[in-house]
């Protein structure tokens, strides 16, 4: 490639000015290089625990392009290979979850156990097969990487990475949010919700952490809040979002800002404040208990996080998990789940389950408006005329070093940190994407 | 009285008239005030979630009154993802009335609805089985259940109640 980081990425802190080329959401050979050096370089979500619980379990999921096992075995170690049969390639395990104590290729039958191990090699003594075949090892190839935070399921094609905890670092903590709202752990609600669609995974990436366009991208599902506000009944989805000032562009005073962190990871949130339209609800005064306010409070904020690059986790109209899967420059594949604290009542689980159909579902009233915007700017990007994009630069004379008096809360430590009202909608969190990005990437450029 | 295949099959050639023509207060009038509108998602490759308050549903409204809010975004120029509104044409074959009993009827039927998006310029075609509860309302039959089993339920950026 003959283009030079400086030209993708305009990055001047002492300026002020943090510009993005438009080429990176739409050329070929950054992608590529995107995906061998972010999704097939290093640390990938690959799932939670809990999509493998029992003995002999699996489910399957990639990282960047290869194809993923993820097992269970029957002592109860959970191990991540590739999912391809070591004989001709094939693709081993052919669903998303199940449970096999062997699983045998549909293609020669060659056979392995839930640890990987090669069972059989079909007519394996008739086959007239030289020493040089039987040195080699037979069994699943593993992930050279793998490791579980939390239940947080990581792998990495590459094996040379830091170890996971570090890559992470202070966004554990926000993961702990998470991981901590039940003591049982944590599940995927039942049915999986995958969609397309035509524009760059990046744009993901962004709109989870963009505060900006929730009036303007979703005017049509404020008016609906705004109708079932005035007219409450049994009959309609209760959202949180009624019952949050957070949306309204009158709203005064800090509701909240952003957080980035090392490697990518950012965390925007906003206070919703203990209310009962958090199904959560059911659990502030146990949750305080054993965490203390400080921690609990945290828990029933709006927050959407980014674990750079591919897990994003929302927990504002509901709790979502989002797996990013970019499949071509302008073509995102996308696969959610609502997540939720295992053993909560069933009728907070109702609730849960109905404010995230609304909001987050393909079949919603929220995400179409957003899928469908990062497809006009997909579209937008071919107006290289002036290829600079300038969405990075709110909250730039905002933004400090350091966290702040919420933070502090739970000694969570960002790099850099913006205190917001309504109004400001920081733009600077994208840029630790951007940064993690091009220190990721340098390598394919000239110096 | 009970529902003959030429009501069931009138009913529901009318309900995707409506929606292809986009006349969707009159397809809001076809369904019982606390109708119950399922889409459910698929919990595997071979079976959908069965319990819509312990899984998830692509769509679940319980009360017409959900149904008319859907229509409120999709006509009122405030969402992206609907303005312009796609084409949407809807096939609605294999209608046979199941059960009936002394209030009403099931009817099972399927469908295909060929959607073209005029803002990509993009044509889907979406697919599956619908699974009604009819009931009786003076001369007419009215839905009080719609259950909607979409087959191919890999979306392409959105679905909304006009292409299923």
Redesign the interface.
Known sequence: MTLRLSDLIDDRPTDGAFRVNRAIFTDPGVFDAEIRRLFEGGWVFLGIESQAAGPHDFFTTFAGRVPVLVQRDGEGTLRAFVNTCPHKGARLAQ????NARLHVCPYHSWTFDSAGRNKAIKWQKAGCYAEAFDRDDHGLKPLPQFANYRGFLFGSVAGEVTPLGEYLGEATKLLDLVADQSEDGLEL??????????ANWKLQLENCSDAYHFTS?H???I??LE??QKEM?G???ASVWENSDYWKEEAEGVGGGSYSFANGHVLNWGVFGITPAIPLYERAGELAERHGEGKRDWMFNMRNVTIFPNLQIAENASSQLRVIRPIAPGLT?MRT??IAPKGES?GA??QR??Q??DFF?????A???D???Y??CQIGFAGTVEPWLQGYARGMTASVAGGNRFSDRIDLQPERSVLADSQLCDETLYHAYYRAWAARMAGEFEA | MELTQSQAEQLLYREALLIDTGRFADWLELFTPDVEFWMPAWRDETTTTQDPDRELSLIYYKGRRNLEDRVMRLTSGLSTASTPLPRAVHQVTNVMVTAQDGEGADVSAAFTCHRFDVRMNRADCFFGRYEYRLVRAGQDWKIARKKIILLNDTIPTVVDINAI
Request: overall charge positive; proline content about 8%; charged content about 25%.
């Open positions: 669903v998303r979850q199940g609600v039942p049915g999986q919700v995958t969609f397309t669609y035509e991208a005017p049509s599902y008016r609906v109708r079932r009944s009959d309609v989805v594949e789940w609502c069933a689980r109702r389950i109905r995230y159909e579902n393909p079949t919603g009233m995400t179409p408006d899928t469908v915007s497809e006009n």
